[in-house]
């Protein structure tokens, strides 16, 4: 009794010492009349309701009215909550049209575009502390799109460890994978509704598989294996900084549990990170470094984005290394590279150095067009913060990705729609149904926000048992031809 008394205290004690309130008025970046800022944005039909406040504490109460038609819907107060059955009709009625936005104490009116196209059920994401620094409490979390609902699909309560690089294949909530680092150390697979954990650390690889990527016919896994540490810095703008000493890339052949690698993309002089196929599956697209002195020349490792062959039909990687953006030679560094499942975008992100971009303020998205080979920074959809992970929806018309745009700190995630030729549109954030209260008390950051397009069925109690025993299978190793 005393001891759980004791760790009662402890736990009000450090909720008290980590009280995050955040302040609209004081954002670093968002000066707009109403927060989150949904002025002139587009949304999908299938969205939750855009639910904001009024930034100004004094005057008169607002009354904000929405009309599409002869529909027109009047919300008194300086936080504009809708009923959802008013919120969902009114974006049935306006599909490929817009909903007109005016305030009785705004001067001008605002627009919200609907969208024709439909966006997925839901995300899934990480929740933890802003710093990295501990695992303390986190896991991964299923938003349903339509909704508020949020629900906890597994958190490191259940174990000692870290929950972390979870990925679906294009959104499929039956196929995915999940790696557990720490003493219990693990990668999950599940395919089709069978849950296996998994050693993927061999004695020809550097370590266990991370940022896991499917191949679209669903038989291959790309994966890096990375020697990965963690360095803090003095200064205010820059706390953490994480680098890799050594990384290489494999392919896991599901049905013969074996990882496939070349010497195309397991060289001694190149690190080689963050892999992902492409919509035809023939394309292994990869970031690439030259080896540099840790921590001296850190701010001298520039990542470039390259693409490799690979041929399904023989598990084959090709022997010949390809340079797609050359970010070397613009003094940048690439990261994340995400290509649109329609196979006609990809879309990266691009800061001064290294590969851990979620802590780099410069740091921004940029979309490739994989026909004409043209690049160039999302505008739109960018801030003078930090934009880093992102990924496409199942159908390649949203992009959802991380920010730090709010307060410089605790990473939030936006939408933004990207239209056929490319062109996005400006992002909104992920709705809440009290946004400011949430936001204030929420003193976790989203991570590696992935599309699903049902919910996935993840067996807690199951995957509890299968991380806490010592059993794994274990990974077999092959070079390719």
């Known amino acids: 009794m005393m001891k759980r008394t004791l760790y009662i205290l402890l736990s009000a004690i450090l909720a008290l010492s980590s009280c995050y309130r955040f302040d609209p008025t004081e954002a670093r970046y968002t000066d707009g009349p109403i927060w989150p800022d949904y002025m002139d944005v587009t949304v999908p039909v299938g969205i939750a309701p855009l639910n904001f406040c009024y930034t100004a504490a004094e005057g008169p109460v607002p009354v904000t009215t929405f009309t599409y038609g002869d529909r027109s819907i009047a919300i008194k107060g300086r936080e504009v909550v809708w009923k959802d059955r008013q919120w969902k ?43 990295y620094e501990v695992y303390s409490k986190m896991g991964i979390y299923e938003r349903e799109l339509s909704s508020y609902k949020e629900r906890a699909l597994i958190e490191n309560t259940q174990f000692d460890g870290c929950v972390n690089c979870h990925a679906y294949n294009r959104g499929n909530p039956d196929n995915y994978s999940l790696h557990i680092r720490g003493s219990h150390g693990a990668t999950l697979i599940n395919l089709e509704g069978e849950l296996e954990a998994y050693n993927t650390k061999t004695d020809s690889t550097l370590g266990f598989c991370v940022y896991p990527y499917w191949h679209p016919d669903g038989e291959y896994i790309a994966y890096s294996s990375n020697n990965t540490r963690q360095g803090f810095h003095v200064l205010a703008d820059k706390l953490i900084e994480v680098f890799d000493l050594d990384s290489d890339l494999q392919v896991y052949d599901v049905e013969n549990n074996t990882l496939i690698s070349s010497q195309s993309i397991k060289q001694k002089n190149v690190w080689e990170t963050f892999p992902a196929f492409s919509a035809d599956g023939k394309t292994l697209y990869f970031c690439a470094a030259t080896p540099k002195s840790i921590p001296s020349e850190t701010e001298q490792i520039k990542y470039n984005l390259c693409k490799v062959d690979f041929d399904a039909a023989t598990g084959t990687i090709g022997s010949k290394v390809d340079t797609l953006i050359f970010a070397e030679k613009m003094g940048k560094s690439v990261s994340f590279p995400k290509p649109s499942y329609d196979g006609r975008f990809l879309v990266y992100t691009l800061s001064d150095y290294g590969n851990f971009s979620i802590w780099h303020h410069e740091a921004d998205l940029w979309i490739l067009d994989l026909m004409t080979g043209e690049s160039r920074p ?104």
Request: no cysteine; net charge negative; charged share 30%.
């Open 378 to 481: 999302l505008d739109k959809a960018n801030s003078p913060d930090t934009e880093s992970y992102h990924g496409w929806s199942s159908n390649s018309r949203w992009l959802m990705f991380s920010s730090r745009r709010d307060d410089g700190l605790y990473t939030r995630l936006y939408f933004s729609h990207i239209d056929e030729d490319g062109q996005e549109s400006k992002p909104f954030m992920l709705p809440q149904k009290h946004p400011l209260h949430y936001y204030s008390y929420q003193n976790r950051s989203y991570n590696v926000p992935e599309f699903v397009t049902g919910p996935v069925e993840l067996d807690r109690v199951e995957a509890e048992k299968k991380i806490n025993s010592t059993e794994r299978v274990q990974f077999g190793f092959r070079m390719s031809e």
């Open 89 to 131: 009709n009114m974006l049935e009625a306006a599909k490929g049209g817009d909903i007109i936005v005016r305030s009785s104490v705004l001067p001008e009116e605002w627009r919200i575009h609907v969208s024709e196209d439909e966006i997925d059920y839901g995300i899934n994401y990480r929740l933890l502390a802003p710093g």
